[in-house]
C-alpha cells in the first residue's frame, strides 16, 4: 500500500507499505482522511527528532475493517476518528482521570509497518505518535478510536483528533477559561483557530488574534475573534496592550517560538496565564520577566488539550451537528496523498487553516 515515509530527512510517498493484523486490543482501520499538522512538518524539518524510516501523520479518521478479539467498542464497518494517546487505563494518571498523563503514550517506538528493502529483506517501519494515518490502513489500540456517526464528514472529523483536542482542549480542560475573560492567541494556524473557537465556545469576552499574515483576519473573526493584531514591525505587547490595558487574562502561545513565549507572559495582566502550545525545538530555552510574575502569574504547557480523547471527540462532534464548532470550515484544501508536499508548501506558506490529504 501507498504512505508517506521520512527517511534521512526526507518524505516521500511510496508504494509497498504493509500492515500487520491487529493484536488482541487492536484495531485496523483503513484511513479516508487525514490532516496535515506542523507537527508532521517539525518532524521533517528536525524540530521534533524523530528516526526513520517511519510513517507520518497523526490527524485521521477512517472505517474498521477488522478488530482484535478483546475489542468490545467498535466493530467492523464503523466511521471512527482517531487519536494519539494509547493510553493505558490503570496506572495513577490514567485513574485520576488524566490520559494524556500516561506513561505508557510516551516514548515507544512501535513498528508494525514493513517493507521489502535492499537485497529483498523485510524491514520494519516505525508508526509516528501511536498513529500513522498518512496511509491507506493503521494498526492501532481499540482506546484510540472513537466512533461517530456516519453523516460527519471524514475530511472534518480527522481534523478532531490533533488541532481540535489541542486548541479547543487547551481553553476549555487546561485553563478552563472563564465567562468574559480576555483572551489572546498568538498565531492564526490550525491549532490557534481552534484556541480561538474554544474561547468562543467558553464564552470569553474579548478574544484577539495575533498573526503576522493579514489574510487570517478574516478566517480567525469567522472562528470568534472580536480582534485582530498584525505586528509585523511593531511591538506585538504594546499592540495587544492597547486593545487590553490591563493585560490579557489568558494568552495562547500557539507558534512555538521563545520571543513569541515571552512576549505572552509580557501580555498577561495580574493573575494572567500563558498556555505554551506551540512546539520549538527540543533544547530551545525562554525567558520571562520574573518580577513580573509576582502578580499571580502562571506560565503553563499543555500536552494535546489535556483531552480525554473518548469523551471529548464525541462532545466536539455534537457540537459540530449543534452548529457550535467549526469544521468545515477548518478545511481549505482538500490533496491527493502523492499531492503531500504541495500541501507542505502551502501550509508553510500560511495560506491554510488546514489541508486535508485524501486516501
Known sequence: MRAAVFENGKLEVVEGIDVRGPRADEITVRITAAGLCHSDLSVVNGTIPFPGPAVLGHEGAGVVEEAGAAVTRVKAGDHVCLTTINHCGVCPACSQGRPTMCRATFGKMSRPFTRVGAGGAT??????????????????KEVQAVPIPADVPMTSAALIGCGVLTGVGAVLNRAKVGIGETVVVIGVGGIGLNAIQGARIARAGRIVAVDTNPRKEDVARRFGATDFVDPSGDDVVALVKELLPN???YVFECVGHPALIRAATDMLGWSGTAVLLGVPRADAEASFLVSGMYMDKTIMGCR????????DVTRYVELYRRGGLLLDE???????LEHIHEAIHDLESGSLARGVLLL
Open 123 to 140: 524491514e520494519k517501519v516505525a508508526s509516528f505518535a501511536n498513529a500513522s494515518v498518512f496511509t491507506e490502513r493503521v494498526v492501532v
Open 247 to 249: 493585560g490579557a487574562d
Open 304 to 311: 494535546y488539550g489535556t483531552s480525554h480523547p473518548q469523551f
Open 330 to 336: 477548518l478545511v481549505t484544501k482538500t490533496y491527493p
